[in-house]
């Protein structure tokens, strides 16, 4: 269902991409914000890892160095199909983790401190095994392709809105020049909200391919509790454009900033994971 739901979102914003492109400059003008907006997105989506990474000062951990997690994370790993992905751990005490890379290939797994000091063994291979979900079924590529989508429709709407301006629109239809201040102003709010259902989508279904990659629900479910509980009593310094990559939402907020939430509420996904059976 949240696998249709995505595609379904995904051919919304292509829709709302022709329409403003068509409004604005024709096919071309539509074909041609795509591309530019693929080629920033295909440079932020090849070294994500390592942007991710270096943002949170995130520390390599060697075998040597944490035998018994990456012994966990090996294991998650095999029951899950994947390749060892690379592990890290944030030196912050706000409890919360992440997973980045651009393939499973070239996957890496980062948990807080905070994370691996509250959390309980089989919470934390919970934890873990979202994130292999989130590497799996490649979730920074479908973040990246609606970053671009949503990008180009952006882009567009500036356009529009110079070009009308500067009275560069011209539209002999009557009220076409309405329709194209009014989807200047809405089609960039729609853009970012259909990418952040998106990205909640997700959410939901790493969740539930975490839990059969740990074997269980009920510590995933357990975890999600207590790191969405500290997130609010220590916020953790996140930027807005890296936030959707957590487990938790690092950026807390009520009421109608949740509509602008790249996660889901934990209450419904603790639900979904603890009316699970594996």
Not at 52 to 78: F, G, I, K, S
Not at 80 to 100: D, E, R
Not at 267 to 277: D, S
Request: glycine share 8%.
């Amino acid at each position: 269902m949240n696998t249709a739901r995505t595609a379904m979102l995904m051919a919304l914003m292509t829709v709302l991409l022709v329409i403003i492109g068509q409004l604005l400059g024709g096919r071309q003008g539509a074909i041609i914000a795509l591309v530019i907006a693929a080629i920033m997105n295909f440079f932020s989506y090849w070294s994500s890892d390592k942007i991710a990474l270096m943002r949170y000062r995130a520390q390599l951990v060697t075998r040597d160095q944490a035998p018994e997690l990456h012994e966990m994370v090996e294991r998650l790993a095999q029951r899950g199909g994947l390749p060892m992905p690379k592990l890290y751990v944030i030196p912050s005490q706000t409890p919360n983790a992440f997973a980045t890379g651009r393939d499973p290939q070239h996957a890496a797994v980062a948990v807080t401190e905070g994370a691996l000091a509250l959390l309980k063994p089989d919470e934390i291979a919970g934890v873990i095994a979202h994130e292999l979900a989130h590497v799996k079924h490649r979730d920074i590529l479908v973040g990246s392709i609606a970053a671009t989508l949503a990008g180009a429709i952006t882009m567009l709407a500036f356009w529009a809105r110079f070009a009308m301006i500067f009275g560069g629109a011209r539209d002999d239809r009557r009220g076409g020049g309405l329709e194209l201040l009014a989807m200047a102003i809405l089609a960039p709010i729609a853009a970012m909200l259909i990418q952040m259902a998106i990205s909640r989508s997700r959410e939901y279904m790493a969740d539930a391919g975490g839990a059969k990659i740990a074997g269980s629900a009920r510590p995933l479910a357990n975890a999600l509790v207590k790191l969405d509980d500290w997130a609010s009593k220590r916020p953790m310094n996140a930027g807005q454009t890296t936030a959707h990559m957590f487990i938790v939402n690092p950026l807390r907020g009520g009421g109608i900033s949740s509509l602008f939430s790249t996660h889901p509420p934990i209450e419904e996904r603790v639900r979904r994971l603890r009316e699970m059976t594996i």
